[in-house]
């Protein structure tokens, strides 16, 4: 697993060992990035379920203003990963509860406009996010929701998010591209 490309491209990124986490195949992250484009850039972004920080620490390397990361078992491995990369200045890492946390950042007035979920496949994980994420102010209106998810896994509609894209990558893996209805064009 590496950075694809920016400022801390070639990068290898650590991985846990037998913990259960399935990082995002490099493939899959190099296709969700060529599909957002420059929408990457100066963005302000929430990995949630983290695992090795893969997906926020691609952002950071390709402009992203800053990144936060969430999980509850791999705050260690994120940390070394952002130094790796030389971002770890660009980096905010949590050791907690997604769903506590984003509780936390609402009541704070946070406000994220780039959102990767990739929690653990077939757990509610998705499905429970996406509607925290459908009323709450931390998604900015023009934002983007990114969703890692195992094929087979259902959406809900949505009041506030409409689904703008959908790409499924083999027999097991899909991701799914939201925004707020009626945000910035992305289509």
């Known amino acids: 697993m590496r950075i694809i490309t920016g400022s801390a491209k070639g990068t290898r990124l650590l991985s846990p060992k037998n913990d259960g986490t399935r990082p995002t195949a490099d493939r899959i992250k190099e296709s ?4 957002l484009g420059d ?3 100066e963005r302000v972004v929430l990995d949630l379920f983290s695992g090795t920080g893969n ?12 990144a936060t990361f969430i999980d509850f078992a791999t705050d260690k491995l994120i940390r070394e990963n952002l130094k790796r990369a030389h971002l770890e200045e660009k ?14 950042f609402e ?5 994220f406009d780039l959102i990767f979920i ?9 499905q429970k996010t996406m509607e925290f994420l459908n009323f709450s102010p931390i998604f900015s209106g023009n934002g983007i929701i990114v969703v890692e998810y195992g094929i087979g896994e259902k959406f809900s509609n949505y009041d506030k998010l409409e689904n703008f894209r959908d790409v499924a990558y083999g027999k097991t893996t899909g991701v799914s591209f939201w ?8 289509k």
């Not at 969700?32 to 599909?35: R, T």
């Not at 997906?55 to 800053?66: H, N």
């Open 32 to 35: 969700v990035f060529n599909i």
């Open 39 to 41: 929408r990457v850039r």
């Open 55 to 66: 997906l926020g620490i691609e952002s950071l390397s390709r402009g992203a203003k800053s």
């Open 91 to 104: 980096g905010e890492v949590f050791r907690a509860d997604v769903f506590k946390k984003l509780k936390t």
């Open 107 to 111: 009541a704070k007035r946070r406000e």
């Open 118 to 126: 990739d929690p653990p496949y077939f757990k509610n994980l998705s």
């Open 179 to 186: 925004m707020r209805v009626g945000g910035e064009e992305t």
